[in-house]
T-cell receptor
């Protein structure tokens, strides 16, 4: 079977740094992705890790360790607009994306 | 990148009826994916729509309930048949831009169809 685990919710203050962890169990693993979804909107792509290590895109970074079946999304200099749901997703055989349950991030003033 | 037009954006339907959701992509893609997202929940893959062959359904989803068409490389439809209130959900279509095992891979989504069955 396939499963992904991530915290259900995280709260942080503006300007802070937050890390959202994701562990996975899957077969045919190609890579780990992260998506952001605001209420009422479609998921939007944040990052993809096909190889071990850190990928940085502006305020967002993502990390993957294949040997540990673990990854995380790091959000720096948090802003109110970062309040949203964040999903990790495993890219599987056939180009399928299997999503975690999502982490609701609340950014407080 | 890919731009996906999905319609309808929302609908309220009577139980026992069917609704067909359409997705049009601005480029040719081999596979299109259909997801369901219940309020406050994650995205669950329903099926993979392949051009020229039958759709591939995930565990728990069957063709009789969710028939899919894929007449060409830019278009697909998902029908939710014989609806019940449990089918109330957001339905999303998606395509994936694949750049090889070491390249970037990004999924693009339609804006979703918010379905309410009464």
């Amino acid at each position: 079977g396939q499963s992904l685990e991530q915290p259900s919710e995280v709260t942080a203050v503006e300007g802070a740094i937050v890390q959202i962890n994701c562990t996975y169990q899957t077969s045919g693993f190609y890579g780990l992705s992260w998506y952001q979804q605001h209420d009422g909107g479609a998921p939007t792509f944040l990052s993809y890790n096909g190889l071990d290590g850190l990928e940085e895109t502006g305020r967002f970074s993502s990390f993957l360790s294949r040997s540990d079946s673990y990854g995380y999304l790091l959000l720096q200099e948090l802003q109110m607009k970062d309040s949203a749901s964040y999903f990790c997703a495993v890219l599987n055989q056939g180009g399928k994306l299997i999503f975690g349950q999502g982490t609701e991030l609340s950014v407080k003033p | 990148s890919a731009v996906i037009s999905q319609k309808p954006s929302r609908d309220i339907c009577q139980r026992g009826t069917s609704l067909t959701i359409q997705c049009q992509v601005d480029s040719q893609v081999t596979m299109m994916f259909w997801y369901r997202q219940q309020p406050g929940q994650s995205l669950t893959l329903i099926a993979t729509a392949n051009q020229g062959s039958e759709a591939t359904y995930e565990s728990g989803f069957v063709i009789d309930k969710f028939p899919i068409s894929r007449p060409n490389l830019t278009f697909s439809t998902l029908t939710v048949s014989n609806m019940s209130p449990e089918d109330s959900s957001i339905y999303l279509c998606s395509v994936v831009s694949w750049q090889g095992e070491e390249g970037n891979t990004e999924a693009f989504f339609g804006q979703g169809t918010r379905l309410t069955v009464v």
